[in-house]
């Protein structure tokens, strides 16, 4: 079965500036997640992906692009990547959010609660989760490489999923911009190779020596 490179996309002024962006159109990369987008196309150049996947949403489009180009690789689009849809809560501040009374609920029992309008972190992790069990059923040879470009929470629940971690805990993982996470998932279960890793990677093939 393969080995899934779970990346998140660079960092935009949403993240910059403390705004939850979830499904706003047209949020681009920023220059400095621009320039971890190319760090993440530098880095896995010598990786054997066969395959580069993605949330539609701009910015993680424009992070998988470095990767599938240095590839020759089309990008796939996967809808059901998409950010967790937050409902109200879309594009208000973080400093704001944490002075609610449910703020609580999202941290501590985030399995209690649902966006305003908008998903519940069950159904989140579930539409994650059927996204990956695709890729892993269309890619099942222990030798594929599988980038897929997305969004922090939604790969915190799946690395939560595939580890056997209750829901509740999955705020306790760390997902930074522009960095990778490694999964490889097997008929026997999952074991998690790397978490919240960031350019450069040393799992790289060494160089021959002269």
């Given amino acids: 079965m393969p080995l899934l490179l779970l990346i998140r996309h660079g960092e935009n002024d949403y993240v910059k500036t403390g705004k ?12 400095k997640g621009q320039k971890q987008a190319q760090a993440l196309g530098e880095a896995l150049k010598d990786i ?5 996947y993605s949330s539609p949403l701009e910015r993680a489009m424009e992070t998988a692009n470095p990767i599938a180009e240095s590839h020759k690789l089309k990008i796939q689009q996967e809808p059901d990547l998409m950010d967790t849809n937050v409902g109200k809560w879309q594009g208000r501040s973080w400093k704001v959010l944490r002075l ?6 999202v941290q501590n029992a985030p399995s209690r609660f649902r966006f305003p309008n908008g998903e519940s972190f069950p159904e989140t992790q579930l539409r994650i989760v059927n996204v990956l069990e695709r890729v892993i059923q269309t890619h099942k040879k222990p030798q594929d490489v599988i980038a897929v470009v997305f969004h922090a929470d939604p790969i915190k629940l799946a690395v939560s999923h595939f580890l056997g971690l209750p829901l509740d805990h999955f705020q306790r993982l760390g997902c ?29 093939p060494k160089a021959k020596q002269k």
């Fill in 176 to 204: 930074d911009t522009g960095s990778l996470t490694m999964l490889h998932v097997g008929e026997s279960g999952a074991h998690l190779v790397k978490l919240n890793q960031r350019p450069p990677f040393d799992f790289l």
């Fill in 48 to 52: 054997p992906l066969k395959a580069v």
């Fill in 100 to 105: 609610t009374k449910t703020w609580k609920i």
């Fill in 20 to 31: 939850m962006a979830g499904r706003i159109p047209g949020v681009h990369l920023n220059e």
